[in-house]
C-alpha cells in the first residue's frame, strides 16, 4: 500500500504536467494522465502492454493498444516520459516538477527487476562522445545513453 506521501508527490507531478501541457498548448486529458499516473506510480519501466496490463488491474480501466501508445506518443512529444529504445518500454522523466531546463538524459536500467534511474552527464563528457561519433564517420541522432546495470537492491 502506498503512503500519503508518495500519492501526493504523484499528484503534485501530474498538476506540474498539467501546467506543463497547458503552457504549451496541448491538454493532459484523463487517459493521458492515467498513463503518466500508472508510469509514476509503478516507478518502473513499462511496454505498453504492460501498461495495460496495470491500468486494468489497478484501476480497473480497460485501454485498446493503440490507444496507448497515442497517449505515450503525446506524452513523450511533451517530455514527460522517455521512451527506452533497448528495453522498447517507457519511463515517467524523473525532472517533470523542475523549473530548469533539462540536460540530456541518461539512464541505468537494472537488468534484473528492470528498475530505471534517470540521470544526467556532464555536458563536457557529452561533448567528447559526440565528437568521437563524429571522428568514426558517424551522425549522431540522439545522445540519449541507455545503460543495462544492476542496482543496489538486486546486487
Request: proline share 1%; charged share 25%.
Amino acid at each position: 500500500m502506498e503512503s500519503a506521501n508518495t500519492m501526493n508527490n504523484i499528484q503534485s507531478t501530474i498538476d506540474h504536467a498539467e501546467r506543463h501541457c497547458q503552457q504549451h498548448g496541448t491538454r493532459l486529458t484523463d487517459k493521458r494522465k492515467l498513463i503518466l499516473s500508472s508510469l509514476l506510480k509503478s516507478n518502473q519501466a513499462m511496454s505498453a502492454y504492460e501498461l495495460i496490463d496495470y491500468c486494468k488491474a489497478e484501476f480497473n480501466e480497460h485501454l485498446s493498444a493503440m490507444s496507448v501508445y497515442r497517449m505515450l506518443e503525446f506524452l513523450e512529444q511533451e517530455q514527460l516520459v522517455h521512451k527506452l529504445n533497448l528495453a522498447k518500454k517507457f519511463v515517467a522523466c524523473s525532472h517533470i516538477a523542475c523549473d530548469h531546463e533539462h540536460a540530456i538524459s541518461q539512464f541505468l536500467i537494472c537488468d534484473r527487476c528492470q528498475k530505471v534511474q534517470e540521470i544526467i552527464i556532464d555536458k563536457q563528457v557529452l561533448r567528447e562522445f559526440e565528437k568521437n561519433v563524429t571522428e568514426a564517420g558517424y551522425r549522431l541522432l540522439s545522445p540519449q545513453l541507455e545503460m543495462t546495470c544492476i542496482c543496489n537492491d538486486c546486487d
